[in-house]
C-alpha cells in the first residue's frame, strides 16, 4: 500500500561549473563545462521520492520567470501533483551557483527569491488533508515559520514528519521534539548537538543529545562514512556503498527523498534506511542534482523489492 508524501520546500535551478579545482577566496579559477539543472533540496527530494516510487505532492513557490515556468513542467513530468505550487509576482525563481570538483565535491551559494515568500497559507490546506499514513518532509531552505506549523500540524495529527535540517537553520526543542525523523549530515549535526561527529562513539553521544530532545528517529549521514541510526532501543550503522563520486549534489536529497518512499510504502526503518543509502550512493556517480536521482528499476533488484514486496 502506498501512501501520500508531502514534500513542503525549495525550488531552484541550478547552474554549476564542473572543474578541477574550487577557488579559494579571492583566487579564480578557469574552470570547465557549464550546466544549467533543475534544482533546490526540495525539489531534488520530491523528485527523488517520486522516481523512486512514491505518490508525491510537491508545495513550493516560484517566481513568475521562465525558470519558474520550466520548473513546474519538469516537476509534471515526473509525476508528482503540482497543483498546490505557488507563482510568486515580481520574484526570480531560486538559483543556486555550484561549483563541482574532480572529487565531486561542491560548493553552494543560493539566491533564495521566491522560496522566501512561501508563507504558512500556502501548506494550511495539510491541516484538512493529512491522514496520520502520510509522510512529511521539509528541509530549512524555505522560512522556519512554515517549518515549525508543519511540524505542530503533524505532530498534532500524528503524521510522520522528517525534518532534513539543510541547510542549517535554528529551531528550539519545542519543535525539535515534535520531529518524528531527523537527517542532519555531519555539520548540521554539530550544529545541532555541538558534538563533532567522527566515529560511531561520536555519532552515538550527538544521537543520544536528539533523542534526548524528544525526537524518535536520528539518522545522521556521514559521506563515505556511511548512516548512523538510532531510535529508542535501536542502533545501526549502514556502511556507504562503494561508488566512484562524480558529483556529489543532492546525495542527501535523494537519501531523504528515498526514505519518505519507503516510510510510505511501510518499509521497517532499517530497510528504509539501506534503501535510501543505495538510491544516494547511485546519485553520485551522475552529474546534476535531479538529473542525477535513480529510478526505482535502477537499483538492485534486492532494493526495488523492499517498496514492491
Ligand atoms: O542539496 C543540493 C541543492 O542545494 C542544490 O540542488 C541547490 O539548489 C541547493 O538547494
Known amino acids: 500500500?502506498?501512501?501520500?508524501?508531502?514534500?513542503?520546500?525549495?525550488?531552484?535551478?541550478?547552474?554549476?561549473?564542473?572543474?578541477?579545482?574550487?577557488?579559494?577566496?579571492?583566487?579564480?579559477?578557469?574552470?570547465?563545462?557549464?550546466?544549467?539543472?533543475?534544482?533546490?533540496?526540495?525539489?531534488?527530494?520530491?523528485?527523488?521520492?517520486?522516481?523512486?516510487?512514491?505518490?508525491?505532492?510537491?508545495?513550493?513557490?516560484?517566481?513568475?520567470?521562465?525558470?519558474?515556468?520550466n520548473s513546474i513542467r519538469q516537476y509534471e513530468a515526473q509525476g508528482i501533483n503540482t497543483e498546490f505550487i505557488g507563482v510568486e509576482e515580481?520574484?526570480?525563481?531560486?538559483?543556486?551557483?555550484?561549483?563541482?570538483?574532480?572529487?565531486?565535491?561542491?560548493?553552494?551559494?543560493?539566491?533564495?527569491?521566491?522560496?522566501?515568500?512561501?508563507?504558512?497559507?500556502?501548506?494550511?490546506?495539510?491541516?484538512?488533508?493529512?491522514?496520520?499514513?502520510?509522510?512529511?518532509?521539509?528541509?530549512?531552505?524555505?522560512?522556519?515559520?512554515v517549518v515549525k506549523y508543519?511540524?505542530?500540524?503533524?505532530?498534532?495529527?500524528?503524521?510522520?514528519?522528517?525534518?532534513?535540517?539543510?541547510?542549517?537553520?535554528?529551531?528550539?526543542?519545542?519543535?525539535?521534539?515534535?520531529?518524528?525523523?531527523?537527517?542532519?549530515n555531519i555539520t548540521e549535526t554539530k550544529y545541532l548537538t555541538e558534538i563533532e561527529v567522527n566515529d560511531i562513539d561520536s555519532s552515538k553521544l550527538a544521537a543520544q543529545k536528539l533523542l534526548d530532545k524528544g525526537i524518535k528517529n536520528v539518522i545522521i549521514t556521514m559521506g563515505s562514512n556511511g548512516v548512523f541510526f538510532m531510535s529508542e532501543g535501536q542502533m545501526a550503522h549502514i556502511k556507504a556503498e562503494k561508488v566512484k563520486a562524480l558529483d556529489t549534489t543532492a546525495a542527501g536529497d535523494t537519501f531523504n527523498g528515498a526514505l519518505a518512499t519507503a516510510f510510505s510504502f511501510g518499509v521497517d526503518l532499517i530497510k528504509s534506511i539501506r534503501f535510501s543509502n543505495a538510491a544516494a550512493a547511485f546519485s553520485v556517480t551522475r552529474l546534476g542534482a535531479q538529473d542525477s536521482i535513480p529510478k526505482l528499476n535502477e537499483l538492485d533488484k534486492k532494493f526495488q523489492n523492499y517498496v514492491y514486496s
Do not use: W
Not at 17 to 34: L, Q, Y
Open 1 to 69: 500500500m502506498k501512501n501520500n508524501i508531502y514534500v513542503i520546500g525549495s525550488s531552484n535551478t541550478d547552474m554549476v561549473i564542473k572543474s578541477d579545482s574550487i577557488p579559494s577566496p579571492g583566487e579564480t579559477v578557469i574552470g570547465g563545462n557549464f550546466y544549467t539543472f533543475q534544482g533546490g533540496k526540495g525539489a531534488n527530494q520530491a523528485v527523488a521520492a517520486s522516481k523512486l516510487g512514491g505518490k508525491v505532492t510537491f508545495v513550493c513557490r516560484v517566481g513568475d520567470d521562465s525558470l519558474g515556468k
Open 90 to 145: 515580481n520574484e526570480h525563481t531560486g538559483v543556486a551557483l555550484i561549483m563541482v570538483d574532480k572529487k565531486g565535491e561542491n560548493l553552494i551559494s543560493v539566491s533564495s527569491g521566491a522560496n522566501s515568500k512561501i508563507k504558512i497559507e500556502d501548506v494550511s490546506f495539510l491541516e484538512n488533508k493529512l491522514t496520520n499514513d502520510d509522510i512529511v518532509l521539509t528541509q530549512l531552505e524555505i522560512p522556519t515559520d
Open 150 to 184: 508543519l511540524i505542530d500540524i503533524c505532530s498534532k495529527k500524528n503524521v510522520k514528519l522528517i525534518l532534513n535540517p539543510a541547510p542549517f537553520q535554528r529551531l528550539e526543542d519545542k519543535y525539535l521534539k515534535k520531529v518524528h525523523t531527523i537527517t542532519p
